[in-house]
Structures are given as C-alpha cells and as structure tokens.
C-alpha cells in the first residue's frame, strides 16, 4: 500500500502537468479569433481566458464523474496495478499534447487522454476493464458529431450576421460594431472549457484516489482541493498561450473577420456548454476547429486552406491511437520491470522527451508578439488593399448610374433632335 500510495503521488502531480498543458493546449479555442481580428490584445486575451478557465471550473462536474467512473472499470483492475496504468496512460496524452504543440496543431487534448488511458489499460489489465460502450456513446460519436454541428452553426450565424449588417470589403469589416459582441463570446467559450477540459484532469485525480481507498467508489464527485487544484493549474497554462496553435487557428485555417469570430466563438460556447451539461466529454479544440471552418464557409469571398485543414484532421485521426501507443509502451515498461521501478523509469523517459521538444520549439520560438504581428502591427482585424476591388453593392451604384447618365444622354439627343 505504501509503493501504492507514492505512485498516486505521482500520479497526481503528473495529472497537473498534463493539466498545464491542456491549458496551454487550448487557449486558442477561445482565444485565437478575437486575437486575429484585433478585437482583444493579445496578453489581455489569455489573462482574461486564464482567469475565467479557473471559474469555469467549478460549475461543473459532470464531466469529472464519466471519466473518474466510466470509461475504465476500475473493478476489473487490481487495487495494486492501477496507479500505475493511469501514470502510463497520462504519459501518453502529455507526449501526444507536447509533440502537436510543437507542430502547432490544434488536436484534442482530451482524446490524447482516453487514449493513453485505453492503451496503457489494455496492457497493463485486459480488454475487459474497457467499457467500449461508454466509449463509444461519450467520446468517440461526439467526436464525430460535435465539430460538424458546430460548423454547421457558426456557417449558418456567420451568413445571419453577414445578412443583418452593412458589410465593407475595403475597411477592417464592421469592427467597431464586432468588437464588443467577440469579447462576449470568447468569453464565454473560455468559461465552457472550464466547465469541460478542467473536470478531465479532476476525473483522473479522483480514479487514482478511489483506487487505493484515499476516497469511496460510491462518490465520483472530485473533492474540493481537486477542483481548485485543476482549476488553478488549467487557468496558469492558458496564461502561457500556446502561441503556436493559436497562430494556426487564427489565420492558418482562414482570413478571420470580426463578424466571423463571433459567429466562430458562439457557436463553440453553446456545443461545449450543452456537452459538459450532458456529461460529454468532448474535444473543445475539435468543436473550436469546426466552428472557425464554417465561419469561412459563410463568409462569402472567404478563403479556407483546405491543406491546414487536412493536417489537422489527420492529426485527429491519429490521437487517439498515438496517444494509446505511447500509453501502451510506457504500461509495458511498468509489467517488465514492477510498478515503482517502471514507474519510476517511465517518468524518466517522460521528462527527457518533454525537454527535448521543449528545446527544439527554442529554434523558432512564437510567442505573443510574433503570432499575429501583422495584426499587432496595423490594429486591423485584416490587411487592407491600398487600392480594393470594388464590392457587389459599390458596382450596383455604378451600374444604376451609369444607366441614369445613359438615359439622360438619350433624352437631351432626343431633345435636340426636335
């Protein structure tokens, strides 16, 4: 029970880690719009996400509960070998997390867990102790559901949006009018990844303590402490920004404009809020990538990089395998050589691979000041043409006049003629 008991120790603190960086993770989710368009500077952003991220935290728990009593059948696991497989499988999703922060692509923090945790499961204990069924219904149909409901939305706000107000190709887009309205909405997609992404790293913390009896497996509500310590530690890696992804879905996938931001960010809010009210635990960054590709879609005369889109898609493809690869090896280290030896050569292994790719990102480093530096630069939402094309309603005029020169003409002919 003592080597147990250290090894939820570590399990803990590694939990927190991988908790950081789902912050820093996802801080584009909410972020990377408003940022692009100029609507919020970008340090105010990630203090204002950072800050409600932490509230967030404790609205909900329903999320904490599928994960700390669903996914993994605890009662099919031995009491003495647990700890370590949710050490493994948490090795899995921050190595997974770490390497597509370095990629600058916007994955899923969130199946990077399920996956290390199925993988490190599956050999650590056995194929029973999955239960494919809870699986299936709470992460993998909303992971195929959840982003094009959110496209399909933000497609449909953008077009409203687009429809209601004035629309100018040849200033920074309505952003006097979007400003307020996309402050709101990030808002409120950061308050929604509280209530969901924080609670994932609560579930792991309070499966790990009902397996030694530190908390009773008829209570799958995490306890305070748990909740302030996920809730503080998500908030501190939002502050650190994550730079490079919020790069990639604030001007890699399309051109944003405030009225599209907006439509973006509402969108991700409501499907996050109603998943975490259902218990889902769904992938934020999966519904934010959504919502900002239907948002270009609506736009009419918008550009969506379809090659960006296709890395990231690939990227969510092979999360969750990925993730269960690395899970799986570390579980295996930990069969060959005992729970604490394994453990201990596991974190090892962990920490060395962190550092490496944390030195690597050194070598083209991004950062706040440089993530969208033509935007800090100008104050625009995007780059204007010195000399724009004309737009459908400035032709229109241009027609109408032109035919009312030619009818006047016609009746002064017409005129000095008689």
Known sequence: METAALIVVLVIALALFFDFTNGFHDTANAMATPIATGA????????????????????????????????VR??????????????????????????????????????????????????????????????????????LIAPLTAGIIAFTVTKVAYAVTRRYDSKPDGRDGFRWGQIFTSSLVALAHGTNDAQKTMGVITLA????????????????????????????????????IIRTLGKGLT?????????AEASTASTILASSALGFALSTT??????????????????????????????????LPAAGTVGALAA???????QLVGVLVGAVIAVAIILGIFLRS????????????????????????????PTRRQLRAERAEARSASTARRDESSEEGR
């Open 255 to 263: 051109d944003v404009k405030p009225a599209q931001g907006f439509s």
């Open 74 to 143: 605890e009662d099919q696991i031995s009491v003495e070998i647990f700890p370590a497989i949710i050490f493994a499988g948490l090795i899995g999703a921050i190595t997974w997390n770490m390497l597509t922060w370095l990629l600058g692509l916007p994955s899923s923090s969130s199946h990077a867990l399920f996956g290390g945790l199925i993988g490190a499961t599956l050999v650590g204990a056995s194929v029973s102790a999955i239960d494919f069924g809870v699986v299936l219904s709470k992460v993998v149909l909303p992971a």
């Open 362 to 389: 050194r070598r083209n480093e991004v950062t706040h000041s440089n993530a969208m530096s033509e935007v800090a630069h100008s104050g625009r939402a995007v780059k204007v043409k010195r000399n724009p094309p």
């Open 286 to 319: 999966q519904v934010a990538s959504g919502s900002v590709i239907g948002s270009g879609l609506g736009r009419r005369g918008s550009k969506v990089r379809w090659g960006t889109v296709g890395r990231i898609m690939i990227g969510w493809v092979l999360t």
């Open 332 to 338: 295996l280290i930990v069969v060959w050589l005992g």
């Open 209 to 244: 303590m009902i397996t030694v009896g530190w908390q009773s497996a008829a209570h799958h509500e995490p306890e305070l402490w748990v909740i302030i310590a996920c809730g503080v530690t998500i908030a501190l890696g939002t502050y650190m920004g994550g730079w490079r």
């Open 40 to 71: 919020l500077r970008p340090k105010v952003a990630v203090l204002l996400a950072a800050v409600l991220n932490l509230v967030g935290a404790f609205l909900s728990t329903e999320v904490a509960k599928t994960i700390s009593g669903g996914i």
